[in-house]
T-cell receptor, first 113, second 112 residues
């Protein structure tokens, strides 16, 4: 079993739709949860950063962490064609000052005008 | 700041040739990471450095791969000899500390 599971999609939605992207994980030691966005032929860039459980909102984006279920989500409200990209979840335990991130495979999202 | 700078952006080479990828991290960042990305395996961490010292190279596929960081502003990833299965996008990322990593634009490597 992989440490982090993420459905690769592709996911195709109409403009204005609410998008839900998810990852599940197996290691309860993970405490830091990130979502990166990667446009075609570009490097990943940090979108959202969450510590422990709970919700975090930034504009149209909401990150949600449920540690009891080992499940993290990214919601995009009023999706725009510019949101078309691959979204990767990344997790870290920081055990022993370890800086390694454990990555999901990424979900490809297309928002159609 | 110019961000993480990688060169070359594209590299096409023949099997058996040596390939050298270069990375300039963001000034002031003390950690540097080399990744490989493929459709099948996603982002794989190859090696990371902290204060120019290699900390974890467990992701380096085999002895054909080597990485160096001679100073805080430069790192190289070398593949010798290259093989077709090395074809991928290679990313360099740097971090000022903590968990957030900043990525370069990547080097797209094709080994024929």
């Amino acid at each position: 079993q992989k440490e982090v599971e993420q459905d690769p999609g592709p996911l195709s939605v109409p403009e204005g739709a609410i998008v839900s992207l998810n990852c599940t994980y197996s290691n309860s030691a993970f405490q830091y949860f990130m979502w990166y966005r990667q446009y075609s032929r570009k490097g990943p860039e940090l979108l959202m950063y969450t510590y422990s459980s709970g919700n975090k909102e930034d504009g149209r984006f909401t990150a949600q962490v449920d540690k009891s279920s080992k499940y993290i989500s990214l919601f995009i409200r009023d999706s725009q064609p510019s949101d078309s990209a691959t979204y990767l979840c990344a997790l870290c335990s920081n055990a022993g000052n370890n800086r390694k991130l454990i990555w999901g495979l990424g979900t490809s999202l297309a928002v159609n005008p | 700041d110019a961000g993480v700078i990688q060169s070359p952006r594209h590299e096409v080479t023949e099997m058996g040739q040596e390939v050298t990828l270069r990375c300039k991290p963001i000034s002031g960042h003390n950690s540097l990471f080399w990744y490989r990305q493929t459709m099948m395996r996603g982002l794989e961490l190859l090696i990371y450095f902290n204060n120019n010292v290699p900390i974890d190279d467990s992701g380096m596929p085999e002895d054909r791969f080597s990485a160096k960081m001679p100073n805080a502003s430069f790192s190289t990833l070398k593949i010798q000899p290259s093989e077709p299965r090395d074809s991928a996008v290679y990313f360099c990322a740097s971090s000022p500390g903590g968990n957030i990593q900043y990525f370069g634009a990547g080097t797209r490597l094709s080994v024929l």
